[in-house]
C-alpha cells in the first residue's frame, strides 16, 4: 500500500514543500496539475473570433448576455476590439482549466453562425458538443431555382421540416443562404446531416419523416 508523505525544505519552512509516494523503499515525486496560468512560461493564451458584418448589430444587442458567462463562470477575459471587428478572448490567472478558453471560443463562434444565445451556451456546459458546417454544393451543384427550391425543402412551410429535424434528432439548424450549420452531439449532427442531404438530392419530407422516426426510435433504445 502506498503511504504518502510530504518532505519540507530546509529550516522547518513549509515553503517549496512536496508530496512524494513511497512504494517499496523507493520515493517517487508527485506534482500537482499546473494552473492554466502557469502553462507556457506564464503567459497568457488567446483566442480570436471575427465578427461577419451582419451579426454585429445582434452582437451589440446580446453583448452581456454573452460576456456574463464567459467572465463570470468560465473565468475568462472577453472583450470586443472595434476596428479589428473581431471578439478576443484571453484566459486569467484564476481560469480553473485551459479548456474554458475553447469552449468559450467555440460558443462566441456559434453565435456568429445565427444560433441563439440559449442554444449556444450549451457549448459551455456540455463536452460532447459540436457545430458541423456544410454547404449545399457539397452535396450537390444546384443553380438558380433548382438551389432555390433545395433550400425550400429543407425549410418546409413555415420552418416545419427544420423544426421536425432537430426536435427529433435532439440537434439545432442554422440554415444561412447555402450554408447549413448543425449543433449537437456527434451521433445526432450524423443523423441530421444525413436527413438534410436527403433533401437536398430530391427525397420527399414524408420519406425523411417515416426515416427519421425509425432512426429516432434506434438512438432512444441505444441511450
Known amino acids: ?91 486569467r490567472q484564476d481560469t480553473p ?35 458541423d458546417s456544410f454547404e449545399i454544393k457539397d452535396v450537390k451543384t444546384l443553380r438558380g431555382e433548382h438551389l432555390s427550391r433545395a433550400i425550400g425543402r429543407l425549410s418546409g412551410k413555415g420552418g416545419k421540416t427544420k423544426y421536425a429535424i432537430e426536435n427529433s434528432t435532439r440537434t439545432r439548424i442554422v440554415i444561412a443562404d447555402t450554408k447549413i450549420h448543425i449543433l449537437g452531439s456527434f451521433v445526432n449532427i450524423k443523423v441530421a446531416r444525413d436527413s438534410l442531404c436527403s433533401l437536398i438530392l430530391g427525397s420527399p419530407a414524408g420519406k425523411v419523416y417515416s426515416k427519421l422516426r425509425a432512426v429516432s426510435a434506434r438512438l432512444a433504445e441505444r441511450y
Not at 500500500?1 to 512536496?18: C, D, K, L, V, Y
Not at 453565435?111 to 451556451?121: P, R, T, Y
Open 1 to 91: 500500500m502506498e503511504i504518502e508523505r510530504t518532505t519540507s525544505a530546509a529550516g522547518g519552512s513549509s515553503s517549496g514543500a512536496m508530496a512524494v509516494d513511497v512504494a517499496g523503499g523507493a520515493e517517487r515525486p508527485r506534482f500537482e496539475p499546473l494552473m492554466p496560468s502557469e502553462m507556457s512560461g506564464g503567459r497568457p493564451q488567446f483566442r480570436k473570433v471575427p465578427v461577419p458584418s451582419h451579426r454585429f448589430a445582434p452582437l451589440k444587442r446580446c453583448w452581456m448576455e454573452i460576456y456574463t458567462p464567459v467572465y463570470e463562470h468560465m473565468k475568462v477575459d472577453i472583450r470586443m476590439n472595434l476596428k479589428a471587428r473581431r471578439v478576443e478572448l484571453k484566459t
Open 97 to 131: 482549466d485551459l479548456s474554458n478558453l475553447q469552449k468559450s471560443a467555440d460558443f462566441v463562434h456559434a453565435f456568429m453562425l445565427g444560433f441563439d444565445i440559449a442554444d449556444a451556451v450549451a457549448l459551455l456546459r456540455l463536452d460532447d458538443l459540436y457545430v
